[in-house]
């Protein structure tokens, strides 16, 4: 089993920079593919980055496509969630999750990832 906890999220003003970190119990952290979503008030959650096991490979989101950064750091059980320029519209809930699945390609599907983190805020003022 696998056990997460986001933390980093906050309040910043519109064009700010925040980093999400998510902390991953647990020995497997270095096999299995990881991904942030958020729900924003009123909405559903959506897909915001994924990346594979290795690191080699990442997705984004069409909103967050050359904003957003997700790395990985294996050694410390830890995925990164890098979000500069922000918008009021990024304002939601953060969560973090793993698919258990070893892929090449991340997926961007909520039904592939196995574990989630109880999320973390984050309000972009304007």
């Known amino acids: 089993q696998v056990q997460l906890a986001e933390s980093g999220g906050g309040l910043v003003q519109a064009g700010g920079s925040l980093r999400l970190s998510c902390a991953a119990s647990g020995r497997i952290f270095s096999t299995v593919d990881m991904a942030w979503f958020r729900k924003g008030p009123g909405q559903e959650r959506e897909f915001v980055a994924a990346?594979?096991?290795?690191?080699?490979?990442?997705a984004y989101a069409d909103s967050v496509k050359g904003r957003f950064t997700i790395s990985r750091d294996n050694a410390k059980n830890t995925v990164y969630l890098q979000m500069n320029s922000l918008k009021p519209e990024d304002t939601a809930v953060y969560y973090c999750?793993?698919?258990?699945?070893?892929?090449?390609?991340?997926?961007?599907?909520?039904?592939?990832?196995?574990?989630w983190g109880r999320g973390t805020q984050v309000t972009v003022s304007s």
């Open positions: 999750a793993a698919d258990m699945r070893r892929t090449v390609v991340p997926s961007a599907r909520e039904y592939d990832y196995d574990y």
């Open positions: 990346i594979t096991w290795s690191g080699d490979n990442t």
